[in-house]
């Protein structure tokens, strides 16, 4: 009787759960959402300036504004989680369920996110409140922004929440055990609240850089994917730690490093008292 040949799996990388095919269908979709929502950041930013506070915007569409920045920033870097726990642990999700589902991850990740904008855009309507009182405290108000996000760089929480976010594995199979109920809704925002912890420290820095500051988002956002998935990026975060202490000691006598916190009319703010 001769022996049956079973068709070999499809091909995958070492320590990728996914077909080659398949990794690059969920990567696409993940850089196009992220594409576009550069589009309406960047398209945005033309309308608004750099002024401190949160430039008259109410808290509803600030958030809305938060949530597509996130989305920029972190899509890229949260995609491999996000494909992994998707595809990798449950291999029955398939065509339109797979995009639901990380649709359904991306949406609990992002709910994170939202939770955080809520205490920037208080930190942000603090700092516009001060500096309209008095400009030169915006001086000392981005020194302690910059000495914040080293200290953050630097310190145990950064460490535990980038060990989740570069090997989130083990973490994973844990989510297996989640009830049914809205599981990939509740994985993506527990992934998240890492991120958040991972990251909070950088995104703080946009209080002195601006809050719509194209330039200085797109570059927390190659820091933040270089830190997370390049080998060398727990390097790279005692670099940009110890970069940022530098910066908290120069910010207090150099203007170019507090374009967020400048009055775009400094007499019209002084004939508002």
């Given at each position: 009787m001769p022996h049956l040949r079973l068709a070999p799996p499809a091909p995958t990388?070492?320590?990728?759960?996914?077909?080659?095919?398949?990794?690059?269908?969920?990567?696409?979709?993940?850089?196009?959402?992220?594409?576009l929502a550069w589009v309406l950041t960047v398209g945005q930013s033309r309308h608004m300036g750099m002024e401190p506070g949160t430039m008259g915007l109410a808290l509803p569409l600030f958030l809305l504004l938060w949530v597509v920045m996130m989305a920029a920033m972190m899509l890229p870097s949260v995609a491999p989680v996000a494909i992994t726990w998707v595809r990798g642990i449950n291999r029955r999700a398939a065509g339109p369920a797979r995009t639901l589902r990380i649709a359904e991850f991306v949406s609990g990740y992002l709910l994170a996110?939202?939770?955080?904008?809520?205490?920037?855009?208080?930190?942000?309507?603090?700092?516009?409140?001060?500096?309209?009182?008095?400009p030169e405290a915006g001086r000392w108000i981005g020194a302690a922004a910059f000495l914040l996000a080293g200290l953050q760089q630097l310190g145990?929480?950064?460490?535990?929440?980038?060990?989740?976010?570069?090997?989130?594995?083990?973490?994973?199979?844990?989510?297996?055990?989640?009830?049914?109920?809205?599981?990939?809704?509740?994985?993506?925002?527990?992934?998240?609240?890492?991120?958040?912890?991972?990251?909070?420290?950088?995104?703080?820095?946009?209080?002195?850089?601006?809050?719509?500051?194209?330039a200085a988002m797109a570059g927390l956002a190659v820091v933040i994917f270089l830190e997370k998935l390049w080998r060398q990026g727990p390097w790279l975060t005692w670099a940009v730690g110890l970069a940022f202490l530098v910066l908290a000691v120069l910010a207090p006598f150099q203007d170019w490093l507090l374009p967020g916190l400048e009055m775009s009319d400094p007499a019209m703010g002084r004939m508002a008292h």
């Open positions: 990388r070492p320590g990728i759960l996914l077909p080659v095919r398949d990794l690059a269908v969920a990567w696409i979709l993940m850089v196009l959402l992220a594409a996110w939202t939770g955080f904008g809520l205490l920037a855009y208080g930190a942000l309507a603090a700092t516009g409140y001060l500096v309209d009182r008095n145990p929480l950064k460490r535990v929440c980038l060990r989740h976010c570069r090997n989130p594995m083990f973490q994973l199979l844990q989510y297996s055990r989640f009830r049914p109920w809205a599981k990939d809704l509740r994985v993506g925002a527990h992934h998240g609240l890492y991120c958040v912890g991972c990251c909070w420290g950088l995104m703080i820095v946009l209080i002195p850089l601006g809050f719509m500051n194209v």
